[in-house]
Nanobody
Framework: QVLVLESGGGLVQAGGSLRLSCVVS????????VGWYRQAPGKQRELVAD???????NYADSVKGRFTISRDNAKDTVYLQMNSLKPEDTAVYYC??????????WGQGTQVTVSS
């Protein structure tokens, strides 16, 4: 069983910044497998950022250069630093943590709203 808890969302003006946190607990997971997704109203959930097997990072084209994913292994936490936010970044942001058996665990999500 893996538990995922996101936090850090809120309301921010365009051009502002937010840092999201995803705390993962339980057993049989690798923090390197954790990724951030988002879902805007009326749209499908999409990958925002994750880590590659080689230890690098991967981003959706729409957030490259503005968002940064990082992790703190000692705290079992993955962060998403979001800078230069745009109204189109408005969405519920979710953290996904697969376990070593391949089952996916999702958090409850955190709302990010960017006003113009």
């Amino acid at each position: 069983q893996v538990l995922v808890l996101e936090s850090g969302g809120g309301l921010v003006q365009a051009g502002g910044s937010l840092r999201l946190s995803c705390v993962v607990s339980g057993s049989m997971f690798r923090l390197n497998d954790v990724g951030w997704y988002r879902q805007a109203p009326g749209k499908q959930r999409e990958l925002v950022a994750d880590f590659t097997r080689g230890g690098s990072t991967n981003y959706a084209d729409s957030v490259k250069g503005r968002f940064t994913i990082s992790r703190d292994n000692a705290k079992d936490t993955v962060y998403l630093q979001m800078n230069s936010l745009k109204p189109e970044d408005t969405a519920v942001y979710y953290c996904n943590a697969p376990d070593l058996r391949g089952s996916n665990y999702w958090g409850q999500g955190t709302q990010v709203t960017v006003s113009s």
